[in-house]
């Protein structure tokens, strides 16, 4: 009797990502993937800005015309990823009755266990082009905003308060800044402890700790 395969988390989320899509859409998943990954390897051999475009898309068999329909700049492959359309679905089912930090949580849990499998190494050499790099870094405002709008639009939805809702909005902030401050004390430690666990406590300080 053959055992059955282990578990395999990063396998697991290519087809999450890919399930609700129709084959062009999968297709363009699967190249924009393979865009990243080929990037994140010359990043890690010879540094970001000894990168080119141009290496980037040789080293994933597409032209850089195509590499520019993906990623409009080369600081879009650090800050951008593929895991907000699976923190959405997550969050749109959540009890309506829970907490927005629990289902904040809950909703990242998916899909960092798959980048921790997958991207650990990546992920770290994001979090280093973040600190170091000026341009990256001015450039990562962009995604944080995309998160934020997504997270407003859905608990203003959950909630029946609107997307311009201060408590609202400073709620959705606070969120953003403890798990930011999280990665990177975590990034800073060379990614050694269990990421989840340290997002837990963060948010258990914030929430308990104001309140004490």
């Known amino acids: 009797m053959t055992s059955a395969p282990p578990p395999n988390p990063a396998a697991d989320i290519e087809a999450i990502l890919a399930a609700p899509l129709g084959l062009r859409e999968r297709k363009k998943l699967k190249t924009r993937r393979a865009i990243r990954a080929a990037a994140f390897s010359r990043f890690a051999a010879q540094g970001y800005e000894g990168t080119t475009v141009d290496q980037i898309a040789a080293d994933a068999?597409?032209?850089?015309?195509?590499?520019?329909?993906?990623?409009?700049?080369?600081?879009?492959?650090?800050?951008?990823?593929?895991?907000?359309?699976?923190?959405?679905?997550?969050?749109?089912?959540?009890?309506?009755?829970?907490s927005i930090v629990e289902s904040v949580l809950q909703a990242m849990i998916q899909p960092l266990r798959s980048v921790l499998v997958d991207e650990h190494d990546d992920m770290l050499l994001r979090m280093r082009l973040l600190r170091e790099n000026p341009t990256v870094r001015a450039r990562s405002l962009v995604e944080v905003s995309r998160t934020r709008d997504m997270l407003l639009r859905v608990f203003a939805e959950r909630t029946g308060r609107r997307t311009e809702d201060l408590e609202l909005r400073v709620q959705i902030a606070a969120l953003l800044a403890v798990s930011s401050e999280t990665v990177e004390y975590w990034a800073e430690h060379d990614g050694e402890e269990d990421l989840i666990e340290l997002l837990e406590r963060a948010l258990d300080a914030v929430t308990t700790g104001l309140t004490g």
């Open 61 to 98: 068999d597409v032209s850089p015309s195509t590499f520019f329909r993906y990623f409009p700049t080369k600081e879009d492959l650090v800050i951008t990823d593929d895991y907000d359309p699976i923190m959405e679905a997550e969050l749109r089912s959540r009890p309506a009755d829970e």
